[in-house]
Structures are given as structure tokens and as C-alpha cells.
């Protein structure tokens, strides 16, 4: 069996009364963008911040790659990049400057560095700005350069908490494709409490609410989180509202308009199946048949009120 990226068991941390966060356990396999969705205060900070070794947890371990982080800080430390929500950028450096003194912070070996930067800043698209203070550059560029530096020792795991924030709508775009990119060789967890951000950006979803994970699963499985229970169909010829009443399942019928009609059901796995064979046995003449899925927000809410 191949040892995960990353295992978080027992996870729990106490600021100073509460606890932010309470017995998480969370595992990663595979290489991917992995989003870590929660509200604000929920724990995400918390959690990146244990993961990465920032911040030591009350209980619990983190293994990276097999490796305790707690026990062997700095065998795991080689194999983690992380860019914390503040980027810790030292604005009077040019991008050069400060991705070499990352590298030196990195230990990577004097012969190796020019490389290194050098492959990192060209995966990021900043090379052209290697001669540019850090001050200078806009947002989105200096969000690049702090992912640059989370990659330039390739490490096998790298975390980026609320890597958009603050951008305008282009850059969250072009931060969004570097993180998408990035996460092509490597197992990339980000944070954010945006849905749509989560859902365009990444492989998998794990959410934590009030310090607990409420959900673990792919982007599919968290959009099908709540199964349909409504649909609306376009019928040319649309039969009496009590004949679709009739059909066993169905809760409500609302016609919308001379054409269309709302019908509201029970878990039932077949009943679109049985209303598209009543059409065509009834002469209704089906044309169209839409599943209403529940709205990413709405998802959310049912997942914020799961917490014990
Ligand atoms: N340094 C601290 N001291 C005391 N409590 C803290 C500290 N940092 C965070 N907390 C508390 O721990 C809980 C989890 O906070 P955390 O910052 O991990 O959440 P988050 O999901 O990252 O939120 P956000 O999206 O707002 O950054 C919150 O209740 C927060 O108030």
C-alpha cells in the first residue's frame, strides 16, 4: 500500500479555552487540488497552520509522506510549501532578491539555486519581473511570487491559505489557473469560503465547520450532496395537474405556465423514468425534463448545521 501525501489523525487545538479545532482526520492520497471549505472562524488557518508546521496542535499528528512533522520537523519541512494568508513577501526585495533568500531558507544547495528559481518563477509567470521590487507589482503578481516560493524546493505537498483574497476578479482567474497547474505534480490544499472558487479550482473537498470536517468527497459528490427532490418539465401537451399527482412519489405539482409544470417529490429513483413512459403512453409529449439541484449555497448551509 502506498503511504498517503498527507494524514491528519486526532487533530485537535485549543487557542486558549476553546477549541478552534476538534479531532480532525483528514487524508490525502493522491496528487491534486484538494479545497478546504469552511466559514470564517470554522478552522481552516488553524489546521494549514498545524500542517505546516507553524503552529504546534494540542492533540494529534500530521503525517507528510509518512513522516511525523511533530517528531521529525525537518525531514517533513522539506516536503511542505506553504503561502499563509498574509504573504510573507519582504516588499524592498526584487523578486530575485527574495526568491533566493528563500531558497537559501529552503537549504537548497548553492549549486542548485539558480535552477530552482529560475524553474519557479517561470512556472509562475514572473520571470519577466525578476528585476522588479516586490512593492511594484500588482496583487495577483505578488500572490505568483508567494506561490513561487512555496514551490521552489518541489516540495510534494503545498498550502495556500486564501490565496485569491484580495484580488480583483482577472487576477482570481489567473491565480485560480496557476493553482489548477501547480497542482498537476503535487498535492495542493487551499482554503477558501468561496463555493464557486472551490468547485472551478478543485479535485476534491473537505470542509470544516466549528473545527470539525462535515464533508470529505469529490467536487461531484459535494454538488450532489443534497439529491434533487424537484424537476420541471415541458410538456406540449400537459395532462390535468392531478394526473401527475396521481404518480406515485410525486408531493406536488405547480404549473408555471402553459407549457411547464413544477413537480415536487420524494427520494425516488425512478420517477422521471415513470413520468417520461406516462408521456408517451398518455400522448403527453414530453420535450424537456429538468432535475432542480440544490444551489452550492444551499449545500453549505445543510453542511454548517451537520456539526454536533
Ligand atoms: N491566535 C488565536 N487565539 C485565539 N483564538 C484564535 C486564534 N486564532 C484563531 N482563533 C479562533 O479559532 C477559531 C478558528 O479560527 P481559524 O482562523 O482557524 O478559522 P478560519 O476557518 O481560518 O477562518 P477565516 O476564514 O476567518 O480565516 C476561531 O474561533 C478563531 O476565533
Excluded at 479545497?35 to 472562524?41: C, F, P, Q, R, T
Excluded at 496542535?57 to 503561502?83: M, N
Excluded at 495556500?160 to 503535487?186: C, F, H, M, W, Y
Excluded at 413512459?277 to 425534463?289: I, K, M, P, T
Aim: aromatic share 6%; with cysteine; net charge neutral.
Amino acid at each position: 500500500m502506498s503511504t498517503s501525501i498527507v494524514k491528519i489523525e486526532n487533530l485537535s487545538h485549543r487557542y486558549t479555552k476553546a477549541w478552534a479545532i476538534k479531532d480532525i482526520n483528514l487524508e490525502i492520497k493522491n496528487i491534486g487540488v484538494t479545497g478546504l471549505l469552511g466559514s470564517n472562524g470554522a478552522g481552516k488557518s488553524t489546521t494549514m497552520n498545524i500542517l505546516c508546521g507553524v503552529l504546534n496542535q494540542t492533540q494529534g499528528r500530521v503525517l507528510i509522506d509518512g513522516i511525523d512533522l511533530r517528531a521529525f520537523p525537518l525531514e517533513a519541512k522539506k516536503l511542505i510549501g506553504f503561502l499563509p494568508q498574509n504573504a510573507p513577501l519582504y516588499l524592498d526585495l526584487t523578486v530575485d532578491e527574495y526568491l533566493r533568500h528563500c531558497a537559501y531558507m529552503r537549504r537548497i544547495p548553492d549549486g542548485q539555486v539558480k535552477q530552482a528559481m529560475e524553474e519557479a518563477k517561470e512556472r509562475c509567470g514572473v520571470a519577466h519581473f525578476s528585476k522588479r521590487l516586490l512593492k511594484n507589482l500588482s496583487g495577483g503578481y505578488k500572490q505568483r511570487v508567494g506561490i513561487a516560493q512555496a514551490i521552489i524546493h518541489k516540495p510534494k505537498m503545498v498550502v495556500l491559505d486564501e490565496p485569491t483574497n484580495g484580488l480583483d476578479p482577472n487576477q482570481i482567474a489567473e491565480v485560480r489557473e496557476l493553482i489548477k497547474e501547480i497542482g498537476s505534480d503535487r498535492c495542493v490544499i487551499f482554503s477558501s469560503h468561496i463555493l464557486s472558487e472551490v468547485q472551478a479550482t478543485c479535485d476534491s473537498i473537505r470542509m470544516i465547520e466549528q473545527g470539525q470536517v462535515v464533508f470529505n468527497g469529490t467536487v461531484d459528490d459535494f454538488n450532489n450532496y443534497i439529491a434533487p427532490s424537484s424537476m420541471v418539465l415541458y410538456l406540449n401537451n400537459p395532462p390535468a395537474e392531478a394526473a401527475l399527482l396521481a404518480v406515485e412519489g410525486v408531493t406536488q405539482v405547480k404549473t408555471l405556465d402553459k407549457h411547464r409544470v413544477r413537480v415536487s417529490f420524494e427520494a425516488e429513483p425512478s420517477i422521471a423514468e415513470k413520468i417520461v413512459s406516462l408521456s408517451v403512453s398518455q400522448g403527453w409529449r414530453l420535450q424537456e425534463l429538468h432535475l432542480e439541484r440544490s444551489s452550492l449555497e444551499e449545500i453549505f448551509a445543510r453542511l454548517s448545521n451537520k456539526v454536533k
